[in-house]
């Protein structure tokens, strides 16, 4: 099966900074790469998604970017703020069922 | 997106007893999806939920432990049997109310279990 790959565990960054985070897929069939953000108590929200077909996603101050050669996609979170903090998943499938990586937790200081 | 509901929110069980878990939506979808959120992990599917048909469970996950219904298109239950202080997990629902394969999946608020 899908075996989803993510990186850093932890992230720390000062306000304003840009946060990467990265993750890689094993399954060359997967097609749709999903984001989540989950603050603490919360359920998770998907932030951004981006599909096979598509090389990289922007909006406004979140991007994803894909390769598919190389099986990895990104997250990029520019001018980051201190509600930026959470745990963010990266996600993928090639069907209906999403296969998570286990999460960074991103922590903004002003 | 959909509004999904998820009762309870929480609960605190004994052993042995079992729970069992409502997922509301507020329009019909085609697809649910269980998910088993441990303390500090990240979120594993148990099983896709689809009406009128037997639930699609993942490898670990079992109808015997976790039974799952799906009445209609808007409703679907997760039932966590004969539990142990193991089943304490946050277990939450999706839905992708899309129509075409890897649509967005949104979540419930997620039911808290604790297993004493």
């Known amino acids: 099966g899908e075996n989803v790959e993510q990186h850093p565990s932890t992230l720390s960054v000062q306000e304003g900074d840009s946060a990467v985070i990265k993750c890689t897929y094993s399954?060359?069939?997967?097609?749709?790469f999903p984001w989540y953000k989950q603050e603490l108590g919360k359920r998770p929200q998907l932030i951004i998604d981006?599909?096979?077909?598509?090389g990289e996603k922007k909006d406004q101050r979140i991007a994803v970017t894909l390769n598919k050669t190389a099986k990895h996609f990104s997250l990029h979170i520019t001018e980051t703020q201190p509600e930026d903090s959470a745990v963010y998943f990266c996600?993928?499938?090639?069907?209906?069922?999403?296969?998570f990586g286990k999460g960074t937790s991103l922590l903004v200081t002003p | 997106s959909a509004v999904i509901s998820q009762k309870p929110s929480r609960d605190i069980c004994q052993r042995g007893t079992s729970l069992t878990i409502q997922c509301q939506v507020d329009s019909q979808v085609t697809m649910m999806f269980w998910y088993r959120q441990q303390p500090g992990q990240s979120l594993t599917l148990i099983a896709t939920a689809n009406q009128g048909s037997e639930a699609t469970y993942e490898s670990g996950f079992v109808i015997d432990k976790f039974p799952i219904s799906r009445p209609n298109l808007t409703f679907s239950t997760l039932t966590v049997s004969n539990l142990s202080p193991e089943d304490s997990s946050i277990y939450l629902c999706?839905?992708?109310?899309?129509?075409?394969?890897?649509?967005?999946?949104?979540f419930g608020p997620g039911t808290r279990l604790t297993v004493l």
């Open positions: 981006i599909r096979s077909n598509v």
């Open positions: 399954d060359s069939a997967s097609n749709y």
């Open positions: 996600a993928a499938s090639s069907g209906y069922a999403l296969n």
């Open positions: 999706s839905v992708d109310p899309g129509t075409g394969v890897g649509d967005e999946q949104f």
